[in-house]
């Protein structure tokens, strides 16, 4: 197949590159490694939306930061994603911290954050009473949301798809070689040639860019674990409740989710292996501790899981966004951590501009910018439901008990551009086996109807691609 | 909107069993709604017997005990819907289902059986370290894919927990040729039945390990292996004594929670021992006219005991429609010294029968004495030789003993060592 444009990686910033391209003429392919969107740093962040005074004067990091924050409403509301600006707060427990807090709201100011102030203790109890009694003050940032980072992803694919994009998965890059005009992608499922190449494979876009001999990208693998929390405990934050800085990242924060539930974490240790997503128990403990400093009256009762994600730390610390110095059809997206997702949204529209002038490509008068969005029956009122399961009766078959889904929002999902083809997938996407019982009793059920949808039987279906099957051959 | 006398949430053994016995006592219009597309409950995947030797003084297996109460229970005149989804039950019991052929439905019951059973403990409840492979899961789920599916999920087979689903579930696994390396057990004591432990692990040569847990998982994919270690008596991992076994499934029989969110919303008082409902001696609830039984009220390991419990439920219904249940019940069962809980919380005085206190103990307790105590007077005294926390007991209280006892009495179920 030959292509305009070859993104490499699926993830948040993939996607959405993807999604901005579909704007214009140029064939488009997204190429996924995985069995599915969202697999890697994507699945697993603190899916916070940053104010964006964080990061230092002059960097891509703050300028993209910014913006993306600046976009991030309006683009979640167009791709019917859940997103809530519910702000942000930086605790200091010292005045040594609070000359800190003092700090981040200059270069705040700096770095162009509207809305940033300074609280004193008794504003920060008033609006968080769950915070601990030792803070001293902290900065408030009004324009910082949450998001959900793996349905803005999914959301993003889809998008693209449906405006011409192709999605190929499980489809892993081995090799590049340079071709007259452009490149050709050895890739784990055939050649692939394209005029141009868009690297945002995540933790691996070095070795990506290595490829066409590029090996001015270093990345290091930064591991962060994460608990959530039932929804019971939803109530202990508001705001997304961060702890001063450190060298190694924002520190441990505890925030409440787009679902009702309480996130905290991350670590942060550098590790060798880019696939190792482990979680240890020193890392959940670290965790626990620190986030008990912000909210002490946090407990573990209510853990629905834990998980770690990698965050690909470059070596510079700011992002590594433009055209590769070995060739200008190649560009790089890389060192996408924190805050790579509030930036992605701008991280997409830079990209998109960079190759709208080299390609000289035009824009589409019909592009949809929107995605049909998704049925969720548990948010319904009567008249909703009797009307919809009217129209259809598989919304009448309840699948998910805890999180009450539909079995017509699992072929929804299947049946979507860029659709569901795994366990995991169908979780992201609808939130069946995300409940209480953790697909206990649904989860059979899912395999089931992704068995007869996929037209391949039960001991083929995987939790999340690869060898992640979940059943042996039939019983004697 | 339908109108029934009574609506009973669930068709597993204790909806059946409350069903027919508000049908034997007279109600005339009685609902069924059950979420699985047959009646049985969970009682459809549980081949293995061991059933009904209590009620039926027969073995048989679960399949044929629910076919007792679904066979009969399709000759009356008692309505059944399957596949059908209660999703909410108002202040005044109007009762909001969902399914693929009826659509919405709301139904108006003058009383209600809750029966919705009860849920496995699962992972992330236990934080284990490690992997998000597939091949963990719990017994149960593993019990539905080679009982109903026909699929083997695993082929070698560790298990963390030692209740009887995954004793079970060790069993059936080795008889399906998987080898079962190991049944690890946090404490001291397991969970389970002696039967069990006996039946599906001595049997067949599976070690079980107590205060073993498994403290890291491995693999990427497909689970590789296991890491266990033993605990100390704070149930802490003792450093040094980690192991690795390979397999490729972890099974996690670590306790079974009452579904009670639909309970919840309707606004029902619920038991923080037991994470069931607080009822009185014909199972009513806090709530007027709600009743409750089976795993829902408490976590059972006998469906014998179910069925018992069940048939008082739908008794106590019958008597509510027909406006003869007394109210109230004024007298309280508390648990003290090593008993856990006590099942009724609360019984009238003047109820019309013996009534027997259900009740599990913390620990394993050798050679005691229990006692059921009102203030300074001793009601009952029994020996007993062993109790551990995986059997559930009882002890009967007579009604002419009731009636006699003061209106605010509060009974104290004990232990005391010998």
Do not use: W
Request: proline letters at 4%.
């Amino acid at each position: 197949m030959k292509y305009d444009v070859a993104v490499v990686g699926a993830g948040v910033v993939g996607a959405l590159i993807a999604r901005a391209l579909s704007r214009t003429d140029l064939h488009v392919v997204l190429l996924e490694k995985y069995n599915d969107v969202a697999m890697g740093t994507t699945k697993a962040n603190s899916a916070i939306v940053h104010g964006g005074f964080d990061a230092a004067n002059g960097t891509l990091k703050a300028k993209l930061n910014v913006r993306g924050t600046e976009l991030m409403p309006q683009l979640c509301e167009t791709l019917h994603v859940p997103y809530r600006n519910n702000g942000s707060l930086v605790l200091a427990f010292s005045e040594e911290e609070m000359q800190h807090v003092h700090a981040l709201y200059e270069r705040g100011l700096k770095n162009g954050v509207p809305r940033l102030s300074v609280l004193d203790k008794s504003a920060v109890l008033e609006l968080e009473p769950h915070v601990s009694g030792e803070v001293v003050g902290a900065l408030l940032s009004e324009t910082a949301g949450i998001v959900c980072p793996y349905e803005l992803t999914i959301a993003a694919a889809e998008n693209a798809v449906e405006n011409g994009v192709d999605f190929i998965r499980n489809c892993a890059v081995t090799a590049i070689e340079k071709a007259p005009d452009g490149f050709t992608l050895q890739t784990t499922c055939g050649a692939i040639e394209a005029a141009y190449i868009v690297n945002a494979a995540g933790i691996h876009s070095d070795d990506i860019a290595r490829m066409i001999g590029d090996d001015s990208i270093s990345l290091v693998a930064r591991k962060g674990e994460y608990y959530l929390l039932d929804k019971a405990y939803g109530y202990l934050a508001d705001h997304t409740i961060f702890q001063c800085p450190n060298k190694m990242g924002k520190g441990v924060l505890v925030t409440p989710t787009v679902d009702g539930n309480l996130l905290i974490g991350p670590s942060a240790l550098d590790v060798d292996d880019k696939e190792d997503v482990d979680t240890t128990a020193k890392g959940l403990q670290f965790v626990v501790e620190k986030a008990k400093r912000s909210v002490p009256e946090l407990n573990l009762r209510g853990a629905i899981t834990s998980f770690a994600g990698l965050r690909a730390h470059p070596t510079t610390d700011d992002f590594i966004i433009g055209f590769s110095e070995k060739s200008d059809r190649f560009v790089n997206v890389a060192g996408i951590e924190s805050p790579g997702l509030s930036a992605a949204p701008a991280i997409a529209e830079m990209v998109y501009e960079m190759l709208l002038e080299k390609t000289k490509a035009s824009e589409r008068v019909d592009f949809k910018p929107g995605r049909k969005a998704p049925v969720r029956f548990r948010n319904m009122t009567k008249a909703e439901r009797e009307a919809l399961i009217a129209k259809n009766k598989a919304y009448g078959r309840v699948i998910c008990r805890c999180e009450t889904i539909t079995e017509g929002e699992i072929l929804d999902a299947i049946h979507a551009p860029a659709g569901a083809r795994d366990v995991d997938g169908i979780k992201r996407r609808t939130r069946a086996g995300m409940g209480r019982c953790q697909g206990g009793f649904c989860g059979s059920k899912v395999v089931e109807i992704l068995s007869r949808e996929l037209g391949v039987p039960m001991n083929e279906i995987t939790k999340f691609g690869g060898n992640s099957k979940i059943l042996f051959e039939k019983t004697k | 909107m339908l109108q029934y006398d009574l609506v009973v949430v669930g068709g597993g053994p204790a909806g059946m069993a409350a069903a027919l016995q508000a049908h034997e006592d007279g109600v005339e219009k009685i609902l069924v709604l059950e979420r699985a597309d047959t009646l049985g409950g969970i009682l459809e995947q549980c081949i293995h017997t061991g059933f009904g030797l209590h009620y039926f003084g027969e073995e048989l297996s679960g399949p044929e005990y629910a076919a007792r109460f679904s066979e009969a229970l399709y000759k009356t005149n008692i309505d059944v819907k399957v596949d059908t989804m209660v999703l909410d039950i108002s202040a005044d019991n109007v009762v909001t289902a969902v399914n693929n052929f009826d659509g919405l439905l709301t139904v108006k019951a003058a009383a209600v059986v809750l029966a919705m059973g009860c849920r496995e403990r699962p992972r992330g409840a236990l934080s284990i370290a490690g992997s998000r492979a597939s091949g963990i899961m719990t017994a149960g789920t593993a019990q539905k894919y080679v009982n109903i599916d026909g699929y083997m999920p695993g082929k070698t087979v560790v298990i963390l927990g030692s209740g009887d689903i995954g004793l079970i579930m060790a069993r059936r696994m080795t008889l399906e040729g998987a080898k079962v390396k190991a049944v690890c057990e946090l404490m001291p004591y397991s969970g389970g039945l002696t039967r069990n432990i006996v039946q599906c692990l001595e049997d067949f040569g599976i070690p079980l390990r107590l205060s073993c847990t498994v403290i890291q998982t491995h693999g990427k994919e497909r689970l590789e292996g296991v890491t266990v270690a033993n605990v100390d008596e704070h149930l802490q991992p003792i450093p040094g004594t980690e192991e690795y076994i390979p397999c490729d499934t972890l099974m996690l029989s670590v306790g079974l929670i009452p579904e009670n969110e639909l309970s919840k919303s309707a606004g029902v008082a619920l038991d923080p021992v037991t994470n069931g409902l607080v009822v009185d001696e014909y199972r009513e609830t806090s709530k007027k006219g709600v009743f409750a039984c089976g795993n829902v009220l408490q976590v059972h390991d006998l469906v014998d005991y179910v069925t018992e419990e069940s048939k008082l439920a739908g008794a106590g219904a019958a008597k509510f429609i027909r406006g003869e249940k007394p109210a109230g019940g004024t007298v309280t069962t508390v648990g003290e010294n090593g008993v856990r809980y006590v099942v009724p919380q609360r019984i009238n005085r003047a109820t019309d029968k013996d009534v027997k206190l259900y009740f599990r103990v913390g620990r394993v307790l050798e050679n005691v004495t229990l006692t059921v105590t009102c203030g300074e007077e001793t009601l009952i005294s029994r020996k007993k030789r062993k109790m551990t926390p995986g059997e559930m007991e009882y002890v009967t209280l007579k009604a002419s003993v009731l009636e006699k006892l003061p209106e605010d009495a509060k009974l104290v179920v004990s232990t005391k060592e010998a």
